[in-house]
């Protein structure tokens, strides 16, 4: 969800950019206002997907199905979405190239997704990697939802219980650090964002 969040957006975008540039000469509007209106429209599409897979999978999966767990599981979801699409258009507005923004893209996807922890344990990772790891949206996002998943998961196995789950994978931040975490890079995303269309467009 958001990795196609992020390559629907950035394959947009350099279809958009000529029509930017002529409307920018032309003093229609600011970077400014270009960049914050594309994004938010761009934001407004993005809801619609975790909703979607939110209310498809929530009653048939077994997990908590309390209000809170579905606001949860929602909140997360979108602000995930956010920050993908966030990425994948301040790429593809900065980079002129469109393939050059592509690869970019995808290479920004990879790291974040292996900075997850779900491909391998937190605590094996080099000093380096577990620097990315900590600040990382997708180890924010997934620590997110596996808390919300594993609710109940002692009903499942009385052996196991969520916070096994959950130290077993180094997952210690807790539903409010996540979330506060994923707000972080939701509003830095606009701040860069608007840094560098003004810097990149501010001769037009």
């Known amino acids: 969800m958001t990795v196609s969040a992020s390559l629907n957006v950035i394959l947009q975008v350099p ?17 400014t206002t270009s960049f914050l209106g594309r994004y938010i429209s761009s934001m407004i599409v ?21 209000l809170e767990n579905f606001y949860m599981l929602f909140a997360y979801a979108t602000l995930a979405s956010f920050v993908f699409c966030g990425q994948g258009f301040l790429i593809g507005t ?35 990697l577990r620097f ?22 002692n009903k499942l196995d009385p052996l196991i219980n969520q916070e096994q789950i959950l ?4 997952y210690t931040y807790g539903d409010q650090w996540c979330l ?13 964002g608007l840094i560098g269309v003004n810097l990149r467009y501010k001769n037009i």
């Open 167 to 170: 130290g077993g994978m180094a």
């Open 46 to 66: 993005q809801v619609i997907y975790p909703a979607i897979i939110i209310f498809l999978l929530f009653w048939n999966v077994g997990i908590v199905t309390d």
């Open 15 to 31: 279809m958009q950019k000529a029509v930017m540039v002529r409307e920018l000469s032309s003093k229609m509007y600011t970077p």
């Open 94 to 128: 900065l980079i002129a190239n469109e393939d050059q923004a592509s690869q970019i893209n995808v290479l920004a996807i990879m790291i974040l997704f292996a900075t997850s922890g779900v491909l391998a344990n937190i605590n094996s990772f080099s000093p380096l």
């Open 132 to 153: 990315l790891v900590d600040y990382s949206p997708s180890r924010l996002n997934c620590e997110g939802i596996f808390r919300r998943v594993t609710i109940n998961a």
């Open 180 to 192: 506060i975490g994923l707000s972080i890079w939701f509003l830095g995303i606009i701040v860069i």
